[in-house]
């Protein structure tokens, strides 16, 4: 079964107890249907919780969630996802991703994208896909379950860290992105160059920045505990950027990498 992400999701990383709750309800209410949580964020019987007060259609709800690293083992992994489901009150998950490699390959790519798709067959989720994994993660991902397999990889994406050369990786093998941190913490409001571009177009820096990925068909996922900006956020869809606007974003890579915990994160490309 093909699936599609949709192009806006929210994200839930920080977000705790009743902030993310709200967080959730307020992003359904203006038009979210995409909703991303992992298993450490710690959050997702809040998040199950706020999509089942919603009011809103399961089958209108689009919910990604993350397998954690001390559920990658063979034995660990469905057990894991079951207890998932439970906390997010649903009884199948649109999109399972492995978060981040085992660190150190301590567990197998192959032991872990073999579990996941076993929970792919036992119906627990629509569709599986990645998070984090370099290039050559990556390339023993596909050689277990196949390219097809896998719907997405997920990777830090911002104009200051624009990772061409995994995206490149990726696109040449046919598997989406979705840009996560999209907005660098807020960073990009404070950035000359998306400010110049916005005032061009009318609009916000980080709606600069979120049109920047959708441009090159990323999908987001950023998150806001603030109604009116979860509202800003989602209405992008309408910025067409130009050449120019492009390229003068291109400019702005440095390598500022935000999620790179030590111990946890790979040797990156």
């Known amino acids: 079964m093909s699936i599609t992400i949709p ?39 809040e998040v199950g919780q706020a999509m089942a007060d919603s009011g809103v259609a399961r089958d209108e709800l689009f919910v990604t969630t993350k397998i954690w690293i001390d559920n990658l083992a063979h034995d660990k992994l469905l057990p894991s ?48 896909g990645v998070s984090n994994f370099t ?62 571009i916005a005032e061009r177009h009318r609009v916000n820096p980080a709606q600069v920045a979120l049109a920047w990925s959708l441009q090159q068909g990323f999908a987001v996922i950023p998150s806001s505990t603030k109604r009116a900006n979860l509202e800003s956020n989602l209405d992008v869809r309408g910025i067409v950027l130009t050449a120019q606007d492009m390229a003068e974003i291109a400019t702005l890579e440095r390598n500022e990498r935000l999620a790179n915990p030590e111990g946890l994160a790979p040797h990156w490309d």
């Open 7 to 45: 192009q806006i999701g929210l994200g839930t990383f920080r977000l705790q107890g009743q902030v993310v709750i709200d967080s959730v309800r307020n992003g359904i209410e203006v038009g979210y249907r995409h909703i991303d949580t992992a298993q450490i964020y710690g959050n997702e019987a």
């Open 81 to 128: 996802l079951k207890e998932s489901l439970h906390k997010l009150r649903l009884e199948q998950l649109d999109l399972t991703l492995i978060h981040w490699p085992s660190p150190n390959d301590a567990v197998a790519v192959e032991e872990y994208m073999a579990a996941l798709a076993e929970a792919k067959a036992a119906g627990l989720t629509k569709a599986i």
């Open 135 to 196: 290039n050559a993660h990556l390339q023993r991902a596909i050689a277990t379950v196949g390219a097809a397999e896998i719907a997405t990889q997920q990777v830090e994406i911002h104009p200051f860290l624009q990772n061409r050369k995994v995206v490149e990786f990726a696109r040449n093998l046919g598997i989406h992105i979705t840009a996560y941190m999209p907005l660098a913490y807020g960073k990009v409001m404070q950035e000359p160059v998306l400010a110049r």
